[in-house]
């Protein structure tokens, strides 16, 4: 019996080796995880700026405010509103809003705040540049405005869906006014 215990001693003592080698091994063969950059405060405010954004609710107010603003007028759109970098914060389709309106109504704010200017302006610029339409992401259609704080693009409002980008454009700058009260 002794026999029995000293054998199984012996072989936990081995997988406990065994297991306490490998995790050795284990934690010795990972790469050691690089130190964290700091820049002192002094250096810092040369080589950083700070942007502005929306909120998810103003951004969804102003979704909101050209909603009502087309429904006023029984239109039937999608609105979109995006971040400076052109990532949709909000987007609202509008009951009876055709299929090509969602992503239409992004695209438009996408290029809005990417020129900061609306897209009916930049839709006259096709003209000399025809190869604008060529960028990924873009329409260069009526219906998209910018929001700016400050002089500088934070947000896009892009409309679509109504029969004409005029509209699409004011139901945008309705939203464009919700935020500036």
Do not use: C
């Amino acid at each position: 019996m002794q026999k029995k215990k000293l054998v199984l001693g012996a072989t936990a003592a081995a997988i406990v080796a065994a297991g306490t080698f490998g995790a050795v091994s284990a934690n010795a063969s990972a790469p050691a995880a690089a130190p964290a950059a700091v820049v002192k405060a002094d250096a810092a405010k040369d080589h950083l700026f700070q942007t502005k954004h929306l909120t998810v609710e103003a951004a969804t107010d102003a979704a909101e405010a050209a909603l009502k603003a087309a429904k006023k007028e029984n239109q039937r759109v999608t609105v979109a509103v995006v971040d400076r970098n052109g990532n949709t914060i909000v987007t609202l389709r509008g009951d009876g809003a055709g299929p090509q309106s969602y992503e239409s109504a992004i695209r438009k704010a996408y290029t809005a705040v990417s020129w900061n200017a609306p897209t009916s302006v930049l839709a006259g610029r096709l003209a000399q540049a025809p190869n604008l339409k060529d960028i990924p992401g873009t329409l260069f259609l009526g219906g998209g405005v910018p929001v700016t704080a400050d002089g500088g693009p934070i947000a896009g409002i892009g409309v679509a869906g109504a029969p004409s980008g005029d509209l699409d454009e004011k139901f945008a700058q309705a939203g464009v006014a919700e935020l500036a009260k």
